[in-house]
């Protein structure tokens, strides 16, 4: 048995590699993959060769990057978070064969997996199996930005996921999949308002297809525009919190003006070229603002024992079933063949094609 799996070997290099696939020992299970996502960030800054991981050392314990060789080097042979399998055979009672579940192993059409080590999210019956590639990680991201929301009021008293959000004005920056999804978990969990901010119209129009209201930052002033709309008292306006996904220096700046005194952002970009122009003596100064970073890697401190990437997960699935329909049809742009991920990928990289959201099918 031989697996296909997607190597980026060097910058703008995508190749597409048969291995001979693990053998199955007790204790494991091996899952063919259904359908695997694309994350237009991450995993593209491999391909572009923009990944700090990919030129400096990573030290963990410090929390540091450091001058040395490079942590994660070419080739990259694990690409990819949002996957999809069946189980096809199983040697653990834990996980029978045939269940359907979202796990993080790249983009390959099959995996021996440890139960043990690795994460398997079973799908309910009544979800598209295609959603799934979001229960694993890409939802988690999303809703971990909302438990950051609720954590900065709440601090570790968060009863539930939108504490941070509900009855309060909430702007998110950027209208990429990470930006709809947080959108999404922001109106599901009760925002008074939910506006959405990116200057490109076809993410615009996908975002009101979701159901959700949008400004063109590149129009009228939308600081302006929100602050005259959302009025907390004399010399108070704004949003209650703005949720910054788009890894730009001008999407960083435009959330900060958002904000009301003392507002925080959220922030869950991934700001390759790093922030050079956000204007910190400005609006950050004055207002006296907060910037969070919610980064998926943890949770808010001391959240971690009842909001773990489980539940997390949990909560994906309960926004997939109320907005599934939706995000199917107007968010996933496009399914492809596996075969073709090595040309999608470098096309995407060079801007040759642009999609919202691509999953491929095996």
Known sequence: MRDKVVVVAGPGR???????????????????????GVSAGTELSYVKGTNPYLNVTWNADLGLFQPGPASTPYPVTRLGYMQVGRV??????????GTVGAMTYGHRTGWLADPVAERFVALPDDLDPLLGVYVAHMGPICANGLLHAAADLYGTD?????????????????AGVVALLTALFARRNGAASVV??????????VAEALGLETLDPDADDPAVVLKTRWAHSAADRGADVVFQCRGQAWALHLALRLLRPQGTVIDLAFYQGGADAVRLGEEFHHNGLSLRCAQIGRVPRGLAPTWDRERLSAETIDLLRTYGDTIRKHLVSAVVPFDEAP???TDLADRRRQELQVVLAT
């Open 196 to 205: 959405v901010l990116d200057p490109t119209p076809h993410r615009r129009q």
């Open 158 to 174: 968060v009863r539930a996921l939108g504490d941070g959000v509900r009855g309060r004005r909430v702007a998110v920056v950027g």
């Open 88 to 97: 096809v055979e199983s040697e653990t009672p834990a996980i029978a064969v």
């Open 14 to 36: 995508v190749d597409l590699v048969e291995q001979d696939a693990a053998p199955l020992r007790p204790g494991t299970f091996r899952v063919e993959t259904l359908f695997s």
């Open 343 to 345: 040309a999608l990928l």
